[in-house]
């Protein structure tokens, strides 16, 4: 009788410490999840004050300032981790690059000062940006680890809408090799 | 100075090393030949004095030898390990006082040919640098600080500290007591080119880490065999520890100087723990104190430390 206890014990113990875990690793994921979007955040705060420092420069690229601030406006109103904020985002990357390429055309805007500073909190931010996705990246890992290796299956529906979430990925687009000599 | 590791290294081995040492250290090599020799001399002249009282009085009571090895077994063998164990930590001691004398007449002389680097002579040093260790998650808790060598200087831009110290664990007394090894090696520490404010901490990884920040899991299989990585900010820990550094951390793995290495970045500054149970920047006793190879192995030793710095590229703000 008491052995029978002991082994309904343990096994009540070990299947709660796997529900803990999943619920764990779940809020881990929406934790990644929110860091990435404080630090899309510090970006879609930058970008105005680079156009705005561009724009004096630049003043046939009006196309490429267009499309940055539609796509900023897309992404920042898009909900936190829906395809359509990650696909929003990848061409806010693509779209960035290129106005940092094209930069290099503007020797006069490249070393005014405020740009200086400005493409060196750009820098750290995507430094940042790319940080957190990682972090992202890792706890879906975690996550999906715990809830599709036996018996953690069976406490998969306490993940909720975070076992659905995918890895983040680049764009097909960003994936291309960047052909410098369009811009220069 | 501009020159890197390898440049410093190239130039241990050419003629401007031997024709530094030949007019800048010729003088001071000699007169530490003569503490080598003295020192020598002095340590034979204890050793044979030790032997003759010991066969003296082995060789008179040699009749009754066997009856008092019989009844006073015990007694004498602790006799006579006592007898010799103070033979030999008095010709240590000496031994050690030639080396101590030596590394502070030619250290600072070799450090020079480097450029910027000099001996931290504060008498305070030790205590504060007791004291800041001992607030580091680098290395675990301990409660004996013994610091050998400190030096710093300007290295790339960076102000390097490096400093030659044994942390030990010493708990119990008497029959009881145990002591524990927790680091014996480099504690080396300079000013971070990035930004963070929080801690992030890379360990060789061990089940008895006991660290209270949450782990970091990071994407490299091969660096998560070797390295535990704690940080309280997931996010920090993963600009500072980017695939690339993960990739140079286990490059220098590879290499003698960095088997054994700890990382931490705390307060602002990295610190990095290099453990080696060798006696750093020292002057052989049986070696003539005239040979140059002797202080050119010193000046590689230095070289090998400031390597660490290149490989892993500290001096360059980026991504780690």
């Known amino acids: 009788m008491n052995l029978f206890i002991l082994i309904a014990v343990i096994v009540v113990v070990v299947m709660y410490s796997y529900y803990a875990t999943v619920i764990r690793n779940k809020n881990t994921v929406l934790e990644a999840l929110s860091g990435i979007d404080v630090q899309l955040r510090k970006r879609y705060d930058l970008i105005p004050n680079v156009l705005t420092i561009a724009k004096k420069f630049m003043e046939h690229e009006t196309e490429l300032f267009e499309k940055i601030t539609q796509l900023r406006t897309q992404a920042s109103n898009a909900m936190l981790g829906s395809k359509e904020k990650f696909q929003a985002e990848a061409q806010l990357d693509v779209q960035l690059k290129n106005l940092m390429l094209n930069v290099e055309n503007y020797p006069e805007l490249k070393s005014d000062a405020t740009m200086v500073q400005a493409m060196k909190t750009y820098n750290e931010v995507e430094e940042n940006i790319a940080a957190a996705r990682r972090f992202y990246n890792s706890s879906v890992k975690i996550l999906k680890n715990s809830i599709e290796i036996f018996p953690g299956t069976l406490f998969a529906s306490f993940a909720g809408e975070a076992a659905n979430l995918s890895y983040f990925e680049t764009d097909v687009q960003s994936k291309q090799p960047i052909d410098a000599s369009k811009f220069l | ?320």
């Open chain 2, 1 to 320: 100075m501009d020159k890197n590791y390898i440049d410093i290294q190239k130039k241990a081995f050419s003629s401007e090393f031997y024709e530094f040492c030949r007019k800048k250290i010729k003088i001071i090599m000699q007169s530490v030949e003569q503490e080598r020799k003295r020192a020598i001399y002095l340590i034979i002249a204890i050793a044979s004095i030790a032997v003759i009282i010991f066969g003296t009085v082995v060789v008179s009571n040699l009749s009754a030898l066997e009856t008092i090895i019989f009844q006073y077994k015990q007694d004498i063998f602790s006799f006579v390990f006592l007898y010799w164990s103070i033979i030999i930590v008095i010709c240590s001691f000496i031994a050690k006082q030639f080396k101590n004398k030596a590394k502070k007449a030619i250290l600072p002389k070799i450090l020079s040919f480097i450029g910027e680097f000099k001996i931290v002579e504060d008498p305070n040093h030790r205590s504060v640098l007791d004291s800041y260790v001992s607030k580091l998650n680098l290395f675990n808790t301990y409660n004996r600080f013994s610091c050998d060598d400190s030096l710093e200087g300007l290295y790339h831009g960076l102000n390097v500290s490096i400093d030659e110290i044994k942390l030990k664990k010493v708990t119990g007394s008497g029959k009881h007591r145990h002591t524990e090894k927790i680091f014996d090696g480099l504690f080396i520490r300079f000013k971070s080119l990035k930004n963070f404010s929080g801690e992030t901490i890379i360990r060789l990884n061990s089940c008895f880490d006991f660290i209270s920040k949450p782990k970091v899991n990071l994407e490299d299989p091969e660096f998560e065999k070797v390295y535990d990585v704690y940080s309280d900010d997931q996010i920090e820990a993963r600009c500072l520890i980017t695939p690339a550094f993960m990739q140079r951390l286990l490059v220098l793995k590879k290499k003698k100087i960095g088997s054994n290495i700890v990382v931490s970045f705390e307060n602002g500054m990295v610190h990095l723990g290099v453990s080696s149970s060798k006696d750093w920047f020292e002057v052989p006793l049986l070696q003539p104190a005239t040979n140059i190879a002797n202080y050119r192995a010193i000046l590689l030793e230095i070289v090998s430390i400031l390597s660490i710095i290149d490989i892993m590229k500290f001096d360059e703000n980026i991504g780690m």
